[in-house]
């Protein structure tokens, strides 16, 4: 079974900075895109940024040059630096992963989310 679990999420003031990180576990066999989104309670998901198998990124036009994105192919991670953040930052923020695995067909897995809150 795929698990995908955050962590790093927590309060900060505005300007502050912090690290969000997922690890991904289980039977797997090939993981395509990895990535951030973001939910505030009344609206829908958005996507934060993502890292290709490529090696590309992207990013929400929001978070260009405040947030950089990595990942870690030898240990299944990925994680998003968070720097300069805003208040309207604030939301659970979930990591994303289209992962086939050993045994399983390609597939979209989410982490169980974890809280940013920038506020003073």
């Known amino acids: 079974q795929v698990q995908l679990v955050e962590s790093g999420g927590g309060l900060v003031q505005p300007g502050g900075s912090l690290r969000l990180s997922c690890a991904v576990s289980g039977s797997i066999f090939r993981i395509s895109t990895m990535g951030w989104y973001r939910q505030v309670p009344g609206k829908t998901r958005e996507l934060v940024a993502t890292?290709?198998?490529?090696?590309?990124?992207n990013y929400a036009d929001s978070v260009k040059g405040r947030f950089t994105i990595s990942r870690d192919n030898a240990k299944n991670t990925v994680s998003l630096q968070m720097n300069s953040l805003k208040p309207g930052d604030t939301a659970v923020y979930y990591c994303?992963?289209?992962?086939?695995?050993?045994?399983?067909?390609?597939?979209?897995?989410w982490g169980r989310g974890t809280q940013v809150t920038v506020s003073s």
């Open positions: 994303y992963a289209d992962i086939t695995g050993r045994t399983t067909l390609r597939a979209d897995y």
């Open positions: 890292f290709t198998s490529g090696g590309s990124t």
